[in-house]
Structure formats: structure tokens, C-alpha cells
């Protein structure tokens, strides 16, 4: 199985503030059509996870322009440029590359 | 809008059979694969498998002795069945669209005790 590790566990951020969450794979997500499969969604306190970024970078419809993801076959990182208080939850990155899909740990953001 | 909803008993028993309806309402579950995650309390989600209605199926590695998916296109429904279950399955239980996810259900919390 492709293990996602996710860093750092935790993270506590000021409104108005940058925010970023780093995630890496056991293998690479860059796929032979040229996409690489890596998701990431949020879960906020009480809810079901949402789709935030799909295939790296895409912003799934709805989603604030705030939330950018980059990276590369093995690396990534989802971006917040200015956190506001709806942002907090917990982060994870997934890999749709290969299956059994798997997760990263989770990323908690906070809010000062 | 697709919207997802989980539904089945909250209580099960050691040794038996859990068994999970997803309704999908806004549209067709044809076409599209279907993913089952479950998360335990305070713990991260775990991808269970999922199901496509070719009948092609993919199943967690560690579940895939207990488990089976299945579909009803006339009701647009999916069915997840984990035989044998113990107090590790004791988990909030999701249904998700296609390979990115990008619809879920509220979850339906499935309690293992006798």
C-alpha cells in the first residue's frame, strides 16, 4: 500500500495569517496520462470531509481561491494564503493513484 | 445537486453482519465508482473499497475477507455487508462518490457490543 504521511499533526494559525500543510507518498502519484492523484480534503468539526483539491491542484467547485495545493510526484502542499475562522478542522491528502486508497494522518488547524 | 445518504442499524453484535445502505439522490450512480470510508472516533478515515456498476469491485486488503459491496441501479442505491465484526469495527461509516470523493454522506455511526 502507498503510505501518505501528513505533517505537521497540529497547527495553529492567526486570522489574516498564511497557512500550509505538507504531505508526502511512499510512491509516486504521477500517473502515465500526465495527472497526479492526490487529494486533498477538509473535515470540519461535526461533518462529513469535503473535496477542497483534486489531481494536485484543481479547486473543486465552491472552494475559495485562499486554498491552493502544488507539489510533485511525491511531495505536495496545500496552501492557505489567509486563514479565516471557517478554515479550522482537520486536513488530510489522499492518493487516487492506486488502490487500496489511503490517507494521510490529518493535519488539525486551529485558530489563535 | 448528488446527495449521499448512509442508513442502517447503529448497533450490531460481535460475530455478525453489518450491512449499510447509501441513497444517492441527484442524479445516477451509474457510470461512477462508489467508495465506502469509515473513520473511528477521534481517528483518521480509513478507505474501505469500492464499486463500479461493471460489478468491478476493489476492497481494503485488510477487510476484504468480510466484506461485500454491492449495487442496485433500479433504486440507486449501494449496499456494504462486513461479516464477523468485532469492536474494531466500531466506526462512523461514509459513502463517497467516484475517484475524487467529491461527494459524501452525512456518515451513519456503527456501534460493535454486545
Known amino acids: 500500500d502507498i503510505v501518505m504521511t501528513q505533517t505537521p499533526l497540529s497547527l495553529s494559525v492567526t486570522p489574516g495569517q498564511p497557512a500550509s500543510i505538507s504531505c508526502n507518498s511512499s510512491?509516486?502519484?504521477?500517473?502515465?496520462?500526465?495527472?497526479?492523484?492526490l487529494y486533498w480534503y477538509l473535515q470540519k468539526p461535526g461533518q462529513s470531509p469535503h473535496l477542497l483539491i483534486y489531481?494536485?491542484?484543481s479547486r473543486f467547485s465552491g472552494v475559495p481561491d485562499r486554498f491552493s495545493g502544488s507539489g510533485s510526484a511525491t511531495d505536495f502542499t496545500l496552501k492557505i494564503s489567509r486563514v479565516e475562522a471557517e478554515d479550522v478542522g482537520v486536513y488530510y491528502c489522499?492518493?487516487?493513484?492506486?488502490?487500496?486508497?489511503?490517507f494521510g494522518g490529518g493535519t488539525k488547524v486551529e485558530i489563535k | 445537486q448528488v446527495q449521499l445518504q448512509e442508513s442502517g442499524p447503529g448497533l450490531v453484535k460481535p460475530s455478525e453482519t453489518l450491512s449499510l445502505i447509501c441513497t444517492v439522490s441527484g442524479g445516477s450512480i451509474g457510470n461512477y465508482y462508489w467508495t465506502w470510508i469509515r473513520q473511528p472516533a477521534g481517528k483518521g478515515l480509513e478507505w474501505i473499497g469500492r464499486?463500479?456498476?461493471?460489478?468491478?469491485?476493489n476492497y481494503s486488503p485488510s477487510l476484504m475477507s468480510r466484506l461485500t459491496m454491492s449495487m442496485d441501479t433500479s433504486k440507486n442505491q449501494l449496499s456494504l455487508k462486513l461479516r464477523s465484526v468485532t469492536a474494531a469495527d466500531t466506526a462512523i461509516y461514509y459513502c463517497?462518490?467516484?475517484?475524487?470523493?467529491?461527494?459524501w454522506g452525512q456518515g451513519t455511526l456503527v456501534t460493535v457490543s454486545s
Open positions: 464499486i463500479h456498476m461493471s460489478g468491478n469491485t
Open positions: 489531481e494536485l491542484s
Open positions: 463517497a462518490r467516484g475517484g475524487p470523493l467529491d461527494y
Open positions: 510512491q509516486s502519484l504521477l500517473h502515465s496520462d500526465g495527472k497526479t492523484y
Open positions: 489522499m492518493q487516487g493513484i492506486d488502490v487500496p486508497r489511503t
